[in-house]
C-alpha cells in the first residue's frame, strides 16, 4: 500500500501521496493542496519543495556524494573527458565511439561564429562585464540560426550549437577585450586545449599546449556540469516552462550564474585572497574574524547542500596543487590559498561546523594558475554548466507532467481602498 501524508486543516482530514525517488528520497505530493483544502506552501527559497521528477543528477548533502546519470563524478573526473560527460548529461548513457566520434565531429563543424557577430562584440563597451556580454550573444544566435525543418535534427544541431560556440564566444570576448587578433577554432585540437589555444595564443608568443592544463580543465568543467535544481538550472527550467527557444533558456541561467552567490563565487574567492595579501598576506585574522564576527564570511568555505566535505572539492584540490606546481613563478596569491586551506582543515571550529574548502575555493585557484582572467571566472563556469542546462531543458520539454511555472504567493499588502482624486489628497 503507498504511503500516506495525513493533514489536519480546519477540523478536516486530507491524504496527501508520498513519492519516492529512486535513491528514497521521499516527496509529499502537493499539487492537488490549493484546491482540495485552499491552501498552498509557503517556502521562500524554496528549500524544501521539489518542482521536478529528474533523472540526470543525484546530490546527497549529507553523506557528499555526486552523480551524473547514476555515475559518481570520482570515475567521470578520473577517466572521461568534458566532452563524453555532456554526451551522457545530454543523451543519458555514455557514447560508443562512433557516437563520441560522431558528437565531436558536430562540434568542431558548429565551432565557427558568424562572422557578423563580432560586430556586436566590437561594440559592447570596453569595460562591460563578460557575462552581461555572453547572456546577449547567446539569445541573439536564434536570430542568426532558425529553427530546421526537421525537429530532431534542429535539437541536436542547436546542442552543438551552443557547446561549441559559447566556447569560441568566450574567447573571442576575451581577445577583442584586449584589442588582440580573434584566434580561431582548430579542427585538429581537443574541445578544452582548442579554448587555451583561443584564449592564449598570439602571433608573438604561440601557446605551448601544456597536457596538465588541458586535463585540469576537462576536470573543472566535468565537475561543474550539474548540480540539479540550483539558480540557474531552475532559471533555465523555469524560463523553459514557457516553451521558448533553448537559446533564450540558456541566457536567462547565464544571467542567474552570474550573481555572486551562485556563480561568482570562485571569483570572490580571488578577490578575498587579493585582500588578504594587500593587508600583509596572513590569512589568520580573517580566520578568526570568521569565527567571531556572524556577518562575514570566508569565501570558497561550506556549502548550501554538502553537510560533509563536497565530493567535487576533493578532486579539484589534487588538481591544484598539481597546477600550482607547474607555475614558472611563484604566485602569492596561491601560497595565500594554500596557507588558509591548511589552518581551516585544523580548526575545530571549522570542522564542528563542517566549514570544508569547496569547489569554488580551488577552482579559483586552479583558473588563476591557469591564466585566466578574474572577470572571467563566471563565465569559465557557464561553459562547464552548458551541459546540465541543455539536459534540464531537455528533460522539462519531454517531460508529460512539465506545467509552466506560476508559483503563488502571500499578499500581505494593503486590503481594498479607493482612488482619491488629486484635489482631495491634501499637500
Excluded at 489536519?8 to 528514497?24: A, C, Q, Y
Excluded at 560508443?96 to 565557427?112: A, G, I, P
Excluded at 564570511?297 to 579539484?316: E, Q, T
Excluded at 571550529?349 to 577552482?363: G, Q, R, T
Aim: charged fraction near 25%; aromatic fraction near 10%.
Amino acid at each position: 500500500m503507498s504511503e500516506k501524508a495525513i493533514l489536519i486543516l480546519d477540523g478536516k482530514t486530507f491524504e496527501l501521496p508520498v513519492i519516492e525517488g529512486t535513491e528514497h528520497e521521499k516527496a509529499i505530493d502537493v499539487r492537488n493542496l490549493r484546491k482540495a483544502t485552499g491552501y498552498v506552501t509557503y517556502d521562500p527559497g524554496l528549500a524544501n519543495t521539489a518542482v521536478c521528477k529528474s533523472t540526470i543528477t543525484y546530490v546527497d548533502g549529507e553523506n557528499g556524494i555526486l552523480r551524473y546519470r547514476g555515475i559518481p563524478i570520482e570515475e567521470l573526473a578520473e577517466h572521461s573527458t568534458f566532452v563524453e560527460t555532456s554526451f551522457l548529461l545530454i543523451n543519458g548513457h555514455l557514447p560508443t565511439q562512433r557516437e563520441l566520434n560522431r558528437f565531436s565531429v558536430m562540434l568542431n563543424d558548429h565551432s565557427l561564429v558568424h562572422e557578423d557577430m563580432r560586430h556586436f562584440f566590437e561594440n559592447f563597451p570596453r569595460r562591460a562585464h563578460p557575462m552581461g556580454i555572453l547572456s546577449s550573444m547567446v539569445n541573439a544566435l536564434r536570430a542568426f540560426y532558425p529553427e530546421l525543418p526537421d525537429e530532431e535534427d534542429e535539437i541536436n544541431i542547436t546542442f552543438a550549437r551552443l557547446l561549441s560556440k559559447v566556447r569560441t564566444m568566450a574567447a573571442m570576448s576575451y581577445k577583442i577585450s584586449r584589442g588582440h587578433k580573434v584566434v580561431y577554432p582548430r579542427h585538429d585540437l581537443s574541445y578544452c586545449a582548442n579554448f587555451l589555444n583561443m584564449m592564449f595564443d598570439s602571433p608573438v608568443k604561440p601557446y605551448v599546449i601544456d597536457e596538465d592544463f588541458v586535463r585540469a580543465l576537462n576536470i573543472f568543467w566535468i565537475l561543474h556540469a550539474d548540480h540539479e535544481q540550483n539558480c540557474s538550472t531552475a532559471a533555465v527550467r523555469l524560463v523553459g516552462s514557457a516553451k521558448v527557444n533553448l537559446y533564450a533558456a540558456i541566457s536567462a541561467g547565464i544571467c542567474a550564474l552570474w550573481g555572486p552567490l551562485h556563480g561568482g563565487a570562485n571569483q570572490k574567492v580571488v578577490e578575498m585572497l587579493q585582500e588578504i595579501y594587500q593587508n600583509g598576506g596572513d590569512p589568520r585574522p580573517y580566520l578568526e574574524r570568521a569565527k567571531k564576527d556572524s556577518n562575514y564570511r570566508l569565501m570558497g568555505f561550506g556549502h548550501r547542500v554538502y553537510k560533509s566535505y563536497d565530493p567535487r572539492a576533493k578532486i579539484m584540490k589534487e588538481m591544484a596543487h598539481k597546477v600550482i606546481q607547474k607555475l614558472e613563478e611563484p604566485d602569492p596569491l596561491l601560497h595565500i590559498a594554500v596557507e588558509l586551506e591548511g589552518l581551516a582543515l585544523e580548526d575545530e571550529y571549522f570542522k564542528e561546523k563542517n566549514l570544508y574548502p569547496n569547489v569554488d575555493f580551488y577552482s579559483g585557484i586552479v583558473l588563476r594558475a591557469m591564466g585566466i582572467p578574474l572577470n572571467m571566472f563566471t563565465v569559465m563556469f557557464a561553459i562547464g554548466r552548458l551541459p546540465g542546462w541543455i539536459s534540464q531543458w531537455k528533460e522539462g520539454r519531454e517531460d508529460p507532467e512539465d506545467r509552466l511555472y506560476r508559483p503563488r504567493q502571500i499578499y500581505v499588502g494593503e486590503r481594498l481602498r479607493h482612488y482619491v482624486p488629486m484635489r482631495d489628497r491634501g499637500i
